[in-house]
């Protein structure tokens, strides 16, 4: 057998692994969330299993609107500040997404593809299980959105907490797929390739929400498409043959990050909507589940141990899974305010820089060695990407308003 076949194919054996693992706690939740939902009358009682049982099977109640009540927002009250102070704050959120999600993506290169050290045989120790890695980061996010729900304000919470699980299970998969990305393609290629995600969130929100885009729309994501397509097919001299075979690989984890990861964002956005939830409850909510869900795998699977064994002996890893999480859980919460308070369009912008600025710093540091084509690849994606940004400001110019994107 060929020995670069056998490589290739083993995420795919751990994707359905894992897969398999959630079905053992998703299959029976299901049943006891249909069996409650057709014998609501069962759950009228105050004992702890009745109150669990409503709250993650019926949510609770909506609340009616107090007549002529006027909500304060975030966004209202930043545009009450002087211009001085809105300046400054908006500084402080580029600066706290640029150093959260630089340090994160260098990191997530880091962990998965560099050396920590040489084990008995003198042979180089790499760490290969991405999934202790979400869950970390999982585990983190959750006690922060923890944190932040009880130590601020929060509108009254009405959705099912069963719901929570679906964008949970995307997001895992998502996870999974970008981390074993970063083992058979460079984290410039995870990073462009993500600009490409604009198709699959659009055509996914048309089956979630029934969205439908202006023509523009598809025109940048054609570009951006190509951009990527350029990037991903060029190869320097000094590449090698089995370089070209493992991108096949890199490839299809990276077309699997961004199908679940366009699931999410449309789910949640679609819950949003619904149930009028804020931010740091879907943060509460999606982190809960995640963190069962990857914690049940690693016991399941008998890796916890090994993992944790690998943490322990290898102290470099150790603060780079810390750092790694608390990044994570920071830039959440970073996007978060930078949305609420000003709009999706300048937070696309602080992005886009974000992803430029991880390309370059990335090439930099790990030696990628980049030819003409994947340079002008580059280029392409990142003029789609400001090409999008302007036609959205004149579209809400001529339209005295837009449609609030997602980002992430």
Known sequence: PNPCMSVELEPFYNFLANVASYALLVVPAALFVRHYQSKPESLQGNDPFSTFARAMVHGKAVAEPKSGQVVETAESRTESLPLWQRGLLLSFFVVGLQVSYIVWGILQEQMMTQSYGRDEHGEEVYFKNSQYLVFLNRALAFVTALILVSSTQQPRHTAPLYKYSFPSMSNILSSWCQYEALKYVSFPTQVLSKATKTIPVMIMGKFVEGKT???????????????????????????????????????????????FDSFTSNYQAATFKKHGMSEYQMMLGVNFFSSIFCLWTLVQRQELGECLDFTVKYPKFFWHSILLSITSATGQIFIFHTISRYGALVFTII???RQAFSVFLSALLFHHNLGLLAWLGIVVVFISLFLRIYMQTNAKKTNGGGRKGNGS
């Not at 202006?214 to 951006?224: F, G, H, K, R």
């Not at 498409?225 to 001299?237: I, K, N, P, Q, Y």
């Open 213 to 259: 885009y202006p023509t523009y729309e598809y025109v940048c994501a054609l570009i951006m498409s190509l951009g990527t397509a350029m990037f991903l097919f060029s190869r320097a001299e000094s590449s090698s043959d089995d370089e070209r075979a493992t991108t096949i690989t890199g490839g299809a984890m990276l077309l699997g990050y961004m199908i």
């Open 351 to 353: 992005m886009t820089t």
